[in-house]
C-alpha cells in the first residue's frame, strides 16, 4: 500500500508539472524529467518503490518499440535501410574519434576519453521515438531514416556493453559475441517462420474481438521482450521485434492505436526515472567540460549526419530534421560510464559529467525537434551547401480515395456496387476479421480498426476523400466520423447512419449530406412502390424478382 501511496503522490506531481509545462508551452518530457529530480534523492527523496516503477518504465519502453516495429513493414527496410546503416554507422565513427580528441585536450587521460566518447556516441532511441510520435512523423522519410539510424546505434551499444561486461569479468569477449550473434540468427530464423506461417492465422482469430486483439497484442509484445532478455539479447530489440513480426498484417493499424494507450502511460515512467537518477551533486568542477561536451554532441552530430545524408542525394530538409534527432546522449550513455565506474576505469566524477550532458542535450534537443519546422525556416537558406543539384524527393506514401466507406455489412455492402459503376476508388474500414477476409480476397482495398478510434481517424487521408460514408449503427462513432471528415475537409459529401428521428436531426445539424434511417427507409420505399405502382400485382411481381435477385447476390 505504501507503494501505491507513493506512486499516485509522483503521479500527480508529474501531472501539476505537465501542466506547467504545457502553459509555459514547453514539451512534456522536460516536465517528466523535473518531476523525477523533484521526487528524487536531490530534492524531495520521495522516491523509494524504484523497482516498481522500473518495471512500469520496461512496459513503456515495450510498447513504444512495439508500436515503432509494427511500422517497420518490408518495404520501409528495403527504402531506408541503405541510409540508416551508412549515418548510424559514420556518426558513431565520427562522434568517437572527435571526442576522443576534445577529451584529450581537456585534460582527460586515454581510458576516460575514449569512455566519453564512447557515451557520447549514442543517441536516445526511445525520447526521439517519443518526440517523432507527438509530431506525428513516425511514417516521413526523415523518421524512417532516424528510426533506421537510431535502431543502429542501439545494435552498436548493445555490442560494446556485451564487450566491457565480458572484459569485467574476465570472459573471452570474442566468444561472447560469436555466441549472441548465433542465438540471435536462430531467433530471427525462427520469427521469420512465424510471421509467415502462424501469425496470419492467430491475428484472424484474435482479432474476432477488440479486447481478444488487445490482450493478444500485449502478450505477444511483452511475451517477445522477455524472451529476448533471457537469451542475453535487449527488451528493446525483443519488443522491435514483435510489431515487425505484425507489421504486415492487416490489423497492425488497430494494434498500433491500442497500445499507444499503454505507451502513453507508461512511458512517463522512464522519464521519471531518468530524472530521478541523475547525479547532480559535485556539478561545480565539471561544468565547463560539460558545457564543451554539450556543445559538441548539440551541433556536431546533427552535422555529420546532415553531410552524409547530402552526400547520399537526400534534401537538405530531410537531412537537416533526421540531424536533429541526434542531438542528446541516450541511457546506454549512463549504462556504459556506471559499468566503467564500478570497473574503476573511469573516476566518479565522469558520471556527473555525463550527467550533465544528458539533461542539457536531452532538453536542448527536445525543443531542436519539436520547433524544427521554426528553425528550419530560420536556417533553409544557408543548408543547400548539404544538398546535391537533383536530391532525392520523398515519396508521397499516404493513399488516395475518392470514398471512404465505414461498415460492411447490411447497409454498407450496397453501396460497394455504386462506388464501382461511379468509377470512384474507395477504401473499406470494418472491424470484423470475416469481412476482411472476404474483401481481401476479392482484391478490394481494406483497412482492419475500429472507427471510433481517434488515431485510426487521424490516419486516414480525409483531405481527398470526395464522399465519405459511415453505415456503422452506433450513433457517437457516426458523430465522430462526421466531425473529423468536415474539420479535414470541409467541402467533403458525408453521408451518415441514425435509429431515430432524434439523431438523424442531431446529425443533419452538425452537417450530414444526408441520414440514412434503416428502421423507417424500408417502409418509406415500400410506400413510393405503391405509389408508382398502385394495386397493380403485375408491376409487383417484377419489383419481387428484382429484389430476391439482389438478396441472392448478398
Known amino acids: 500500500m505504501e507503494a501505491f501511496i507513493e506512486i499516485s503522490l509522483i503521479l500527480a506531481i508529474a501531472t501539476v508539472m505537465a501542466v506547467v509545462m504545457q502553459q509555459l508551452r514547453l514539451p512534456l518530457i522536460l516536465g517528466h524529467i523535473m518531476s523525477g529530480i523533484l521526487v528524487g534523492p536531490a530534492v524531495l527523496n520521495i522516491l523509494h518503490a524504484e523497482s516498481t516503477l522500473e518495471i512500469f518504465s520496461q512496459f513503456g519502453i515495450t510498447a513504444l518499440l512495439f508500436i515503432v516495429g509494427l511500422s517497420l513493414s518490408p518495404h520501409v527496410i528495403r527504402e531506408v535501410g541503405r541510409v540508416s546503416v551508412v549515418t548510424g554507422l559514420g556518426q558513431i565513427i565520427f562522434t568517437s574519434l572527435v571526442g576522443f580528441l576534445i577529451g584529450r585536450g581537456l585534460g582527460f587521460g586515454t ?12 543517441s536516445s532511441t526511445i525520447i526521439i521515438l517519443k518526440l517523432l510520435s507527438d509530431r506525428r512523423d513516425l511514417g516521413k ?23 566491457v ?17 548465433l542465438r540471435s540468427v536462430v531467433v530471427v530464423a525462427a520469427l521469420v517462420f512465424i510471421s509467415i506461417f502462424v501469425l496470419p492465422r492467430l491475428t484472424r482469430m484474435f482479432a474476432a474481438s477488440q479486447e481478444f486483439l488487445f490482450l493478444f497484442s500485449v502478450g505477444w509484445g511483452i511475451g517477445l521482450a522477455a524472451l529476448f532478455f533471457k537469451l542475453g539479447l535487449s527488451i528493446e530489440i525483443g519488443a522491435l521485434a514483435a510489431g515487425v513480426c505484425l507489421a504486415s498484417s492487416p490489423y497492425h493499424h488497430e494494434i498500433s492505436a491500442k497500445m499507444k494507450l499503454l505507451r502513453d502511460f507508461f512511458i512517463v515512467m522512464f522519464f521519471i526515472l531518468l530524472g530521478a537518477g541523475l547525479e547532480l551533486s559535485s ?18 552530430n546533427p552535422l555529420i549526419v546532415m553531410i552524409l545524408m547530402g552526400l547520399m542525394g537526400y534534401t537538405k530538409k530531410t537531412s537537416f530534421y533526421a540531424g536533429l534527432t541526434v542531438a542528446q546522449i541516450s541511457e546506454f550513455s549512463f549504462i556504459l560510464i556506471l559499468l566503467a565506474s564500478k570497473m574503476h576505469h573511469v573516476r566518479p566524477e565522469i558520471i556527473t559529467l555525463i550527467t550533465a550532458v544528458g539533461v542539457t542535450t536531452i532538453t536542448i534537443s ?135 428521428l432524434e439523431q438523424a436531426n442531431i446529425l443533419y445539424r452538425e452537417g450530414s449530406a444526408y441520414v440514412i434511417l434503416p428502421h423507417f427507409l424500408g417502409g418509406n420505399y415500400t410506400a413510393m412502390l405503391v405509389e408508382k405502382f398502385g394495386h397493380d400485382k403485375k408491376k409487383f411481381a417484377l419489383e419481387r424478382k428484382k429484389h430476391l435477385a439482389h438478396i441472392a447476390n448478398r
Not at 284 to 299: D, E, G, K, N
Open 165 to 181: 561486461t565480458s572484459t569485467a569479468q574476465g570472459a573471452d569477449a570474442l566468444s561472447s559475441l560469436t555466441d549472441t550473434l
Open 366 to 500: 527536445t525543443l531542436f525537434i519539436l520547433y524544427a519546422d521554426y528553425i528550419y525556416k530560420f536556417f533553409e537558406k544557408y543548408l543547400s551547401i548539404f544538398e546535391k543539384n537533383k536530391p532525392y524527393k520523398e515519396k508521397i506514401c499516404r493513399l488516395k480515395y475518392d470514398a471512404l466507406l465505414f461498415g460492411c455489412h447490411r447497409v454498407g455492402r450496397d453501396f460497394m456496387p455504386t462506388l464501382r459503376k461511379m468509377k470512384m476508388k474507395f477504401l473499406v474500414i470494418d472491424f470484423d476479421p470475416a469481412v476482411i477476409g472476404e474483401l481481401q480476397d476479392k482484391k478490394i482495398p481494406v483497412l482492419y480498426g475500429d472507427a471510433q478510434d481517434n488515431e485510426l481517424l487521424d490516419e486516414l487521408n480525409f483531405e481527398d476523400a470526395k464522399l465519405v460514408i459511415c453505415t456503422l449503427p452506433d450513433f457517437d462513432a457516426n458523430r465522430l466520423i462526421l466531425s473529423k471528415a468536415l474539420k479535414v475537409n470541409s467541402k467533403a459529401t458525408v453521408l451518415t447512419t441514425a435509429h431515430t
Open 283 to 300: 556539478l561545480a568542477s565539471m561544468w565547463r567540460p560539460a558545457l564543451v561536451f554539450s556543445v559538441f554532441v548539440l551541433l556536431g
Open 111 to 122: 581510458v576516460e576519453a575514449l569512455y566519453i566518447a564512447i557515451a557520447l556516441t549514442f
Open 141 to 163: 522519410l526523415y523518421g524512417k531514416i532516424a528510426i533506421g539510424f537510431l535502431l543502429v546505434q542501439d545494435i552498436a551499444a548493445m555490442l560494446i556493453l556485451i564487450l
